[in-house]
């Protein structure tokens, strides 16, 4: 970010890659007037405030101007899809478990308060044990698993060996849990963890890809986006 900033060449800073670093750049190319875009960042408070205002907070945009887009939706709209789909489930409780982040916290955050406006009971938001993970998963699954409903955990957090573990564990302790990862975790792997639309695709990693004409099926093909392995393509003819 302190390279960009002093470079007379520069126009823009794409990312970086998480929301966490992306807050860390953001004060500094603020302070140099320079536009950041959000690629794949999606953190709430990166572009708004926690009362809702639409505009950063002064940690992130220091002079008061605005310098951040996004061309990717925010964590809002991931938090009412994980709540439309645990509804769905049958869940009648979620606990949601972050690392701290800016990412994880903000999510969880955005996670229980879109839960308890739908009506859901949150029987917890608390900070992941990084050393002890299966543990308190354990933990978590035991205390659940004595009123016998259907509840729900959400490790919101990037580090996809914590979310493993904690899926598995939860789910191996608790067969009534519905585990549901955020999007940062589309390769953690965890059998037991249900599938979630990411923010954002990723070459090679799509089940679905609709184009309404064939020059757009085209560029998708191009660009990775359909594997003969694992994407349906749907394309118009019109």
């Known amino acids: ?29 603020n302070r140099a007037d320079m536009l950041q875009v959000a690629i794949i960042s999606t953190a709430v408070r990166l572009t708004k405030r926690s009362d809702g205002t639409a505009f950063p907070p ?26 439309e789909y645990m509804l769905g489930e049958g869940v ?18 955005d996670v229980s308060m879109e839960a308890r406006r739908r009506g859901l009971r949150v029987s917890g938001v608390t900070r992941a044990d990084a050393r002890h993970p299966a543990a308190q998963a354990r933990a978590i699954a035991s205390r659940h698993g004595q009123d016998a409903r259907r509840w729900a955990l959400l490790p919101a957090m990037n580090d996809d060996d914590i979310m493993k573990a904690m899926a598995s564990a939860a789910a191996t302790a608790d067969p009534s849990v519905v585990v549901f990862v955020p999007d940062a975790g ?21 089940d679905l890809v609709v184009a309404s004409e064939l020059l757009e ?16 393509l749907i394309a118009s003819t019109a």
């Open 1 to 29: 970010a302190r390279e960009a900033a002093a470079d007379p060449r520069a126009l823009a800073v794409l990312g970086s890659a998480t929301s966490g670093k992306f807050a860390a750049m953001a004060p500094i190319l």
């Open 58 to 83: 002064s940690d992130v945009a220091p002079t008061g101007r605005r310098t951040i887009v996004r061309v990717v939706p925010d964590d809002s709209v991931q938090a009412r899809a994980l709540v």
């Open 92 to 109: 009648s409780t979620v606990e949601v478990v972050h690392d701290g982040g800016t990412y994880g916290e903000g999510l969880a955050n």
């Open 186 to 206: 589309a390769h953690h792997g965890a059998s037991h963890a249900r599938p979630v639309l990411a923010l954002n695709a990723a070459p090679g990693e799509v």
């Open 217 to 232: 099926a085209a560029r998708a093909l191009h660009a990775g986006f359909v594997t003969p392995d694992r994407t349906l």
